[in-house]
């Protein structure tokens, strides 16, 4: 398949969209880009991080403890909080999608991808920052990161490593370069090794037309 983008735009200009998380808020910084990339509504990840945190001891949970992980599912939820309180036209849903189909949904103008990857120890996932062929995951403890997906170029190489599918990513404040992983590291940390199941999890985060936003809120939907 030929190369896609997010909203179709150069590499240099995607990246522009990633900002350093401090803390465990890699999933908090890839919603604010990706409502950023869809609405043109820009929040502080640092100051949502504190809301959600707040939430939390109030009762409504968007993390599963202050400052800790946002499974992909309480990003939809956040997401959707946001659309509800901030009045903004978008719709998160969680589904479990294939590795295939990922190209085919970048190639959507309306719609953004949260990707969360989660392995055990020893076992983490590469991660490339542009051209380099240096890992900047090279961790050999469990863990879990979220990142939007922002690109698809089978040309991709960093260094001798064929490296498809590219990300924003929280690691670097703006760009040029995404950051960037290969076929089957992807295929093997996008599953929720935590749980029974291997589930490949996405957040698919919409813009709404006029019509489908003001439906939303006359069905009232939950968050």
């Known amino acids: 398949m030929r190369s896609v983008s997010l909203k179709s735009l150069p590499e240099a200009e995607l990246a522009a969209f ?33 809301e959600v945190d707040q939430h939390w001891r109030h009762g409504r949970f968007y993390r599963m403890l ?10 939809a939820r956040l997401v959707n909080f946001l659309a509800r309180t901030r009045n903004l036209p978008l719709q998160a849903q969680l589904k479990s999608l294939s590795v295939e189909t990922l190209p085919t949904l970048l190639q959507e103008d309306n719609q953004a991808l949260l990707l969360t990857l989660t ?8 991660i490339y920052h542009g051209n380099s062929s240096v890992n900047s995951n090279a961790t050999r403890k469990a863990g879990g990161h979220t990142m939007l997906l922002a690109a698809y170029n089978p040309e991709h190489r960093s260094g001798n490593h064929s490296t498809p599918w590219g990300f924003i990513n929280s690691w670097i404040q ?26 490949r999890l996405s957040v698919i985060i919409k813009k709404l037309s006029y019509d489908e ?3 939303d809120k006359i069905t009232n939907r939950p968050c």
Request: hydrophobic share 40%.
């Open 18 to 50: 990633q900002t350093h998380q401090s803390g465990n808020n890699c999933a908090v910084h890839a919603i604010t880009a990706a409502v950023k990339l869809l609405v043109g509504t820009e929040f502080s990840p640092e100051a949502l991080s504190t």
């Open 66 to 75: 202050p400052g800790w992980a946002v499974t992909p599912g309480m990003q």
């Open 119 to 126: 392995w055990l120890p020893s076992k983490a996932p590469a």
């Open 174 to 199: 703006g760009g040029p370069d995404l950051f960037w992983m290969q076929d089957n590291d992807l295929r093997n940390a996008w599953n929720v090794v935590f749980f029974p199941l291997n589930l």
């Open 213 to 215: 936003n003001e439906t």
